[in-house]
């Protein structure tokens, strides 16, 4: 396809496909003359790639070719290459923890049987939400928590359930970080909503 079909296909603009070609996010197509290339289906799939990371993960140009060069480089590792696209693992950076709930988090890992990498940065989330609780008063115990774990399992089943039956990795990394990064207002919405059934249940007296 020329670069006018492969901007329809992608939803990414002429003007942007040529800067990603400049930048180097982008492989260069199979030139046909001086002055045009032919661009294939892995163009296509590459691009909504590149699309997700910069405007839904917020990533920056240099950074996303970073990590699309991790991608390449970690290619048929599909467990690897989701964690890159969803930033569970990020190359080259050092994750602070807040250390006196590091112990905690790592207890609830080894609890739950859990395969999670010791610099996850879903770890140092964890511990420092732990550590502002017992700043302000509301300490939580880890064990508080394997409830809402074992929720959190199920909806990573259903997760990975819909990368069922997609081959090309690009495709399952893209599509892996839409449902992420995009669902998860929605999930905090019905969380919101239930809470608000079972307050009208419990507490509304008919």
Known sequence: MRISELSRRSGVSVATIKYYLREGLLPAG???SATQAEYDESHVRRLRLIRALIGVRG???????????ALAEHAGDTHLQLGL????I????????APSEAAKVDALVEELGWHVHESAPARA??????ATLRTLGAPLDWQ???????????????????????????EA??????????LEPALLALRRMAQQNESARRYAGG
Do not use: K, N
């Not at 990533?59 to 060069?69: A, Y």
């Not at 990020?90 to 923890?97: A, P």
């Not at 989330?125 to 732990?130: C, D, G, S």
């Not at 959190?152 to 990368?163: G, I, K, P, V």
């Open 59 to 69: 990533l920056s140009v240099s950074t996303t070719r970073e990590l699309l060069g």
């Open 173 to 182: 990394a893209e599509r892996a970080l839409l449902l992420t990064v995009l």
């Open 144 to 170: 508080a928590l394997l409830p809402y774990a074992r929720l959190a399992e199920h909806t990573a089943t259903l997760d990975l359930d819909q990368l069922d039956g997609i081959e090309d990795p690009l």
């Open 125 to 130: 989330v964890l511990a420092e939400t732990l």
């Open 30 to 32: 199979r030139q046909i």
């Open 90 to 97: 990020r190359l080259g950076e050092e994750t602070g923890e």
């Open 85 to 88: 696209a969803l930033g569970a």
